[in-house]
């Protein structure tokens, strides 16, 4: 039901390797909460705009109930010679993770993205601990806007115990 969607719909967290040197070579690293504070027309033009949520049933479910957001933009000209990282951290529940990545012209980069749990230490510590023990849903998007001359290598890695993961990537 609609209400137990929303009790057990838990924001994933995400964190960035290396992201101060990112920053300092240009990379420009926002949550979606950051971009509907200070860019919102940017995050309308962009969010959505190659997964689109009327593809199917999954989309429509991702859309309507997204919980957490990365949007990385690589300027032109810049090559990153190390593999970003990024790592959402999952507890049990249901969530829903967006990651859009713009590759400027001629700029080159290798993401990749983990889905992992918390470790077991760190979730047993929250108000009520979350373990995944029970099977758990996890729903991710990732949108690639490759401009001309761009190479954006991505992957995705998944080790979630007891999970159903529904991915797309585009």
């Known amino acids: 039901s609609e209400e137990l969607l929303q009790q057990r719909n838990v924001a994933p967290k995400s964190i960035i390797n290396n992201e101060l040197i990112l920053k300092r070579n240009g990379i420009n690293i926002k949550t979606m909460q950051e971009m509907e504070k200070t860019a919102p027309e940017k995050l309308n033009n962009t969010f959505a705009s190659i997964v689109r949520p009327n593809e199917n049933k999954f989309t429509a479910l991702h859309?309507?109930?997204?919980?957490?957001?990365?949007?990385?933009?690589?300027?032109?000209?810049?090559?990153?010679?190390?593999?970003?990282?990024?790592?959402t951290f999952l507890s049990q529940g249901i969530s829903f993770s967006h990651l859009f990545i713009l590759g400027g012209k001629n700029s080159k980069a290798t993401i990749i993205h983990n889905f992992k749990t918390e470790p077991v230490e760190k979730a047993a510590e929250k108000s009520p601990p979350q373990v995944v023990s029970a099977a758990s849903f996890t729903s991710a998007i990732t949108e690639l806007d490759v401009q001309e001359g761009s190479t954006i290598e991505y992957a995705s890695i998944q080790t979630l115990p007891n999970t159903f993961h529904v991915a797309a990537f585009r």
């Open 63 to 87: 859309y309507a109930n997204v919980s957490e957001g990365i949007i990385i933009t690589i300027p032109e000209n810049i090559e990153i010679k190390e593999p970003i990282i990024v790592t």
